[in-house]
């Protein structure tokens, strides 16, 4: 029987990564339900722009390759 986690985290993806769906690619490829509880934009900020909470529902192997998928791409993530 698969047991479902929930884990929230916090991320910032950097402006070079705007472009990429980084939250649909949780969804897509590591079949994540993601739930966005928060978030902060800001298109003009140099830094890159705001931050999203997030809570992941998954099995924990999928949560952690997700997460392994964030850090390799350059997204900065609070409370893993």
């Known amino acids: ?15 070079n990564l ?4 980084i939250i649909t690619n949780l969804v897509r490829h590591y079949e ?3 739930n966005i509880q928060a ?3 800001d298109k003009k900020a140099s830094s890159g722009g705001g931050w999203f909470n997030l809570l ?3 099995e924990d192997t999928q949560i952690q390759a997700a997460l392994t998928y964030l850090r390799e791409m350059g997204v900065y993530i609070w409370g893993d």
């Open 1 to 15: 029987m698969m047991t479902v986690q929930n884990f929230t985290i916090q991320i910032q993806i950097p402006q």
């Open 39 to 41: 978030a902060v934009l």
């Open 56 to 58: 992941l529902q998954g």
């Open 18 to 21: 705007h472009q990429i769906p």
């Open 32 to 34: 994540l339900n993601v």
